[in-house]
């Protein structure tokens, strides 16, 4: 049981976010910074708002709760829609998620957010990203190979192929450089341990830690 005295679960979505309190009270608001304040304004000074892990969405949220000391908490939706079904409720509607995640918060204990599972969430996104990336560089240099064995019989098609794959590479430097940056700040005694086993390089050791940390911290992962 957590112990705030008024507990509100979100449900965000692009446009806007759905709230409904331990009073079964729903309100809407728009997902955007005026939204944010306003949501923020009608809170209690012991409210706990609970949200659940959804992308970029729930991000920018949560970090400004979070800045104005507001309690925050983000949870794992595999565990919010076990608890529905537990429930057995065959409704679907942005105010009965909200209403779901609300009553989740209230019989479970909810991990407090903190500034750090936003910059871990961060390493997550890059990753993904950089393995998009990574994906897209194979597939160029693939239909690169295959353009070198026909004799390069377009060269601007093997130009605009040269181009794209440096292009990429550019990003995927851009997104490590992020990543070495965050997890520096953060583990950085940990990043050198890591780094001392032999043959472990410095981009597969940032990765064992962020993923590492991420397998403890579940509702990040989604």
Known sequence: MNKCKQIYGVDISKNVFDVVDSKEIHSQFKNDGKGFKAFHKALPADALVVMEATGYYHYRLAQFLYEKNVNVSVVNPLSVK???Q????????????AKAICEYATVNEVPPY???????????????LIDIYLKQTTALKNKLHGEKTL?????????????SLKAVQKEIKILEDRLTEIVKEE????????????????????????????????????
């Not at 537990?86 to 998620?97: A, F, G, I, N, R």
């Not at 903190?114 to 993904?128: H, S, Y």
């Open 82 to 84: 076990r608890f529905i």
């Open 86 to 97: 537990m429930k057995l409720s065959k409704v679907k509607t942005d105010k009965s998620d």
């Open 114 to 128: 903190t500034a750090k599972d936003k910059n871990q969430a961060e390493c997550l996104q890059l990753i993904r």
């Open 151 to 163: 004799g390069k019989p377009s060269k601007t098609v093997y130009h605009s192929l040269n181009r």
């Open 187 to 222: 583990q950085q005694k940990q990043l050198t341990l890591v780094k001392s086993i032999p043959g472990l390089g410095n981009k597969t050791a940032i990765m064992l830690i962020v993923l590492t940390y991420a397998a403890h911290q579940p509702h990040l992962l989604t």
